[in-house]
Antibody
Framework: EVQLVQSGAEVKKPGESLKISCKGS????????IGWVRQMPGKGLEWMGI????????RYSPSFQGQVTISADKSISTAYLQWSSLKASDTAMYYC????????????WGQGTLVTVSS | EIVLTQSPATLSLSPGERATLSCRAS??????LAWYQQKPGQAPRLLIY???NRATGIPARFSGSGSGTDFTLTISSLEPEDFAVYYC???????????FGQGTKLEIK
């Protein structure tokens, strides 16, 4: 069974750093892309970026380039999304999702990680 | 940049009725269009890909159609569990990436 299991909810202060994770299982982790999607409270879905764990090829949405870093550790089948300095506007639910190579849609999703940034 | 516009923003129907949701692209996306369902407190779930192909495990009452710029998601007879928010999504060549429509909320009338 394909599963993407994300790390738990986080409460942080502005200016703090954060790294959240997404662990894949039930499939070949290095053969699929992992994307990250933001959903701000009461809002829609926004694509942030994507990584291919097989070779760490990473692409970012222009809206998120320079704001976050996406990485992966294929030895433990885990992808990461990190911030070096959080802002209140980063408060959102963050989802990871799997994408087949040469595809564009996301067929399996993690359960989401809620990040709250507040002083 | 390709923009996806979904309509209506909210659709109020009763169980057993037929639902028709629209997604319009600002330029042609061929058939590279996917639909997702999101229920409150849950992650999105893939329903349809390549405009008309149902994802694994998706009931036959869900169907997709269209190509180019105009796409439709149809739910033939609404079940109580179908009331949710629906998003369309496509791949963009420039800027490279993926975009989602703003969503259609399907609510119980």
């Amino acid at each position: 069974e394909v599963q993407l299991v994300q790390s738990g909810a986080e409460v942080k202060k502005p200016g703090e750093s954060l790294k959240i994770s997404c662990k894949g299982s039930g499939y070949s982790f290095t053969s699929y892309w992992i994307g990250w999607v933001r959903q701000m409270p009461g809002k829609g879905l926004e694509w942030m970026g994507i990584i291919y764990p097989g070779d760490s090829d990473t692409r970012y949405s222009p809206s998120f380039q320079g704001q976050v870093t996406i990485s992966a550790d294929k030895s433990i089948s885990t992808a990461y999304l990190q911030w070096s300095s959080l802002k209140a506007s980063d408060t959102a639910m963050y989802y990871c999702a799997r994408q087949e190579a040469n595809s564009y849609y996301f067929d399996y999703w993690g359960q989401g990680t809620l990040v709250t940034v507040s002083s | 940049e390709i923009v996806l516009t979904q309509s209506p923003a909210t659709l109020s129907l009763s169980p057993g009725e037929r639902a028709t949701l629209s997604c319009r692209a600002s330029q042609s996306v061929s058939s590279y269009l996917a639909w997702y369902q999101q229920k409150p407190g849950q992650a999105p779930r893939l329903l349809i890909y390549d405009a008309s192909n149902r994802a694994t495990g998706i009931p036959a009452r869900f169907s997709g159609s269209g190509s180019g710029t105009d796409f439709t998601l149809t739910i033939s007879s609404l079940e109580p569990e179908d009331f949710a928010v629906y998003y369309c999504q496509q791949r963009s060549n420039w800027p490279p990436g993926y975009t989602f429509g703003q969503g259609t909320k399907l609510e119980i009338k």
